[in-house]
């Protein structure tokens, strides 16, 4: 599902590095979260394709 601006992320558990990065590689975001719910502000980032890493896990998401 595209978003325009902002991305909703939750965490159980142990702590967890978030990374996000824009289609060529260029780390956007970064911050470590533990036991939380956090709201990520990507309004100021150009629309197109996004990996968002949390631990060992990435998702591409898509920014219109």
């Known amino acids: 599902n595209p978003f325009s601006s902002k991305i ?3 965490s159980y558990g142990t702590k967890q590095t978030v ?3 824009n289609a060529i590689g260029y780390l956007v975001y970064h ?3 533990e036991n939380e ?3 990520i502000d ?3 980032e150009c629309s197109g ?3 968002v890493r949390v ?3 990435t998702l ?3 920014k219109e």
Do not use: A, C, D
């Open 8 to 10: 909703t992320l939750v």
């Open 19 to 21: 990374q996000i990065f």
């Open 31 to 33: 911050t470590e979260i």
């Open 37 to 39: 719910k956090i709201e």
């Open 42 to 44: 990507l309004g100021k």
């Open 49 to 51: 394709i996004y990996f």
């Open 55 to 57: 631990g060992l896990n």
């Open 60 to 62: 591409k998401i898509i």
